[in-house]
């Protein structure tokens, strides 16, 4: 049984195959370019968050992507709901609503904002509020030098993860040789 699409005409097939080359040429810098300022938009809210304010150092941001602390280590503690499982604890209040749970989200281009504010001046920034927050967070969690101890903590990890894909593929290698399994 054949589980690949199945072209009905010739001219479908040929066009499926030119929009597929022009997929493979397309370049994902022209989507997301790095050297642009890119901002996080809470469209619920109207709240929007600069990346520059949240990087750890500028070097780190790289267009919409930010190593090491971006737009998703803002989203995450906001959209998380947690609820205590002992309901007397539930009853006194113990219980937290991430201040933008449900709500909408998009990442777009400092320059498009800004163009969406010719129509729309209702966005905040709550960049500072959000760095700030972020600061303690990190600070609570590894003390005064936490910039530089999330990016060493960050870049173990990855060596970590390099050296466990080593090890699996070592392993991998010696089940198909010893045990002739094709895995």
Request: negative net charge; hydrophobic residues 35%; contains cysteine.
């Amino acid at each position: 049984m054949r589980y690949d699409y199945v072209h009905e005409t010739p001219v479908e097939e040929a066009r499926m195959m030119e929009l597929a080359s022009t997929l493979y040429r397309y370049d994902p810098k022209d989507l997301c370019p790095p050297d642009r300022q890119w901002v996080l938009r809470n469209l619920t809210t109207k709240e929007y968050v600069r990346a520059e304010a949240i990087a750890i150092s500028p070097e780190y941001i790289h267009g919409p992507e930010t190593w090491y602390m971006g737009f998703g280590e803002v989203v995450l503690p906001r959209i998380c709901w947690s609820v205590d499982a002992d309901p007397k604890a539930r009853d006194q209040g113990n219980s937290r609503e991430g201040v933008w749970a449900g709500h909408k989200f998009e990442v777009i281009t400092l320059d498009r904002h800004q163009q969406c504010l010719r129509y729309e001046s209702r966005w905040k920034d709550i960049s500072t509020e959000v760095a700030a927050e972020l600061a303690r967070t990190r600070e609570a969690q590894f003390g005064k030098d936490w910039r530089d101890a999330v990016v060493r903590t960050a870049k173990s990890d990855l060596l970590n993860v390099h050296d466990r894909k080593l090890v699996f593929a070592h392993y991998r290698s010696l089940y198909e040789v010893e045990d002739g399994i094709d895995l």
